[in-house]
């Protein structure tokens, strides 16, 4: 069975073709503000000790559904400079 990596990945394919170095550039230097860092970085803390609510669960899946698919695009972003690189 495909995991939902996998059928992103394949999903996001079609993105690529309107990749350009500089596009690609930009999507890897993407970056969480830090306000969203803390609060993946509390959530987290949260997770370990077993204290999230419902809503902070599904919250912390959600930041880590959004950042499974950003380190998506930055591999496909990373793989098209490796490939179109003179």
Do not use: H
Not at 1 to 24: C, G, H, I, K, N
Not at 28 to 45: F, I, S, T, W, Y
């Amino acid at each position: 069975m495909a995991s939902v990596e996998s059928y992103l990945d394949r999903y996001l394919d079609p993105v690529t073709q309107a990749f350009s170095a500089e596009v690609a550039q930009k999507i890897l230097d993407c970056k969480p503000d830090d306000g969203v860092l803390a609060r993946m970085e509390e959530l987290g803390e949260k997770s370990n000790s077993g204290s999230l609510t419902k809503a902070e669960r599904d919250e912390y899946q959600s930041l880590a559904n959004v950042g499974t698919l950003v380190a998506l695009l930055k591999a496909k972003a990373r793989r098209f400079l490796a490939q179109n690189s003179p």
